[in-house]
């Protein structure tokens, strides 16, 4: 198993990979004043390879952001009336990836150094990523109320369908982390297992004991 691996697995369970989220387009016209060269976009952790402008209504064409973390894009020359970004961006950094994924090993006992030097299974993985996801899905819910206008709707962030779709989501993925966890690890119980004759010598004291 390998450590990339191992990170696209908990994308995948919190839905942020690299082709899960499309802006098309970014209309960045509102800060076009015939001198501005660095424009914000308006998402974060842009991948860079998938990033292209119409600059004034001329043709698409890429240009890799200046700082695709911060979300930050460089036109020269400058717009002189209109822009746009098409792009795909991710909501973590691999570093915020990489520090849930490591919560979530130590929900099974393993680090990251056991994932090239054991054989670590898919079911200890998809265990890791419940946990992981779970963790990413609480840190979207902080984020969703501290950016929240309270007078949107007219009803506060924690009766948003936003914020309870993220809630939804942690809750879930730590529930199905907690129960894979516990088929794993937990043998079967004696009332669910059929008594098997055995002797007395292995069985004591009378060799009708549940096979477990």
């Known amino acids: ?5 191992a990170i696209l697995k908990v994308r995948q369970f919190l839905g942020d990979t690299d082709k899960s989220h499309r802006v098309y387009p970014d209309a960045l016209t509102q800060y076009v004043d015939t001198v501005r060269t660095v424009f914000p976009l308006s998402n974060q952790n842009i991948i860079p390879s998938t990033c292209q402008v119409i600059v004034d209504g001329g043709a698409l064409t890429p240009l ?9 894009l460089t036109v020269t020359p400058a717009p002189q009336a209109t822009l746009e970004a098409f792009y795909f961006y991710q909501k973590f950094t691999d570093d915020e ?30 265990i890791m990523a419940h946990f992981a ?3 990413g899905n609480a840190i ?5 109320a501290a950016q929240y206008n309270v007078t949107v709707e007219g009803v506060t962030f924690d009766k948003s369908e936003v914020y309870k779709a ?3 989501a942690k809750d879930s993925h730590y529930k199905d ?6 088929k794993l690890y937990t043998r079967q119980d004696r009332d669910k ?20």
């Open 193 to 212: 297992v059929a008594s098997t004759a055995r002797t007395s010598a292995a069985y004591p004291p009378d060799g009708q004991m549940p096979r477990r």
């Open 140 to 144: 979207l819910m902080e984020r969703f």
């Open 97 to 126: 990836i990489t520090e849930m994924m490591d919560s979530g090993l130590s929900e099974v006992g393993l680090t990251e150094s056991n994932l090239t030097s054991l054989n670590v299974g898919d079911p200890l993985i998809t």
């Open 133 to 135: 996801a779970s963790i």
């Open 64 to 72: 890799v952001p200046t700082d695709s973390i911060n979300g930050l």
């Open 177 to 182: 982390g907690t129960e894979k966890r516990l």
């Open 166 to 168: 993220y809630k939804a």
């Open 1 to 5: 198993m390998l450590l990339a691996d």
